[in-house]
């Protein structure tokens, strides 16, 4: 599902990024929310290739679908 994506713990110590290249997701999604286009992006890191700043978006949107569930306590 997200091929382009990968976790080694010698870079990035683990953090997810794009095809074993020390550019993490988390950079790819803050510089598209703040702005920065597609073409702006692949300009200043032209090692990346349009499929990864989709594939980094869509991960992304994938994380936020997680749900949060609230725990009661039971009363001991």
């Keep these: 599902m997200f091929d382009r994506i990968t976790f080694d713990k010698n870079i990035m110590a683990g953090r997810a990024c ?3 290249m020390r550019i993490p997701v988390s950079l790819i ?4 929310a ?3 286009s ?3 992006i692949l300009s200043e890191y032209p ?3 349009p499929e990864d700043l989709t594939q980094a978006l ?3 949107a ?3 679908k997680e749900e949060a569930h609230d ?3 039971a009363a001991a």
């Design 18 to 20: 794009l095809r074993g």
């Design 29 to 32: 999604v803050s510089l598209v």
């Design 34 to 36: 703040n702005g920065m």
């Design 38 to 40: 597609t073409e702006e």
């Design 47 to 49: 090692d990346l290739e």
């Design 58 to 60: 869509n991960y992304a």
């Design 62 to 64: 994938w994380l936020a």
């Design 71 to 73: 725990f009661v306590l």
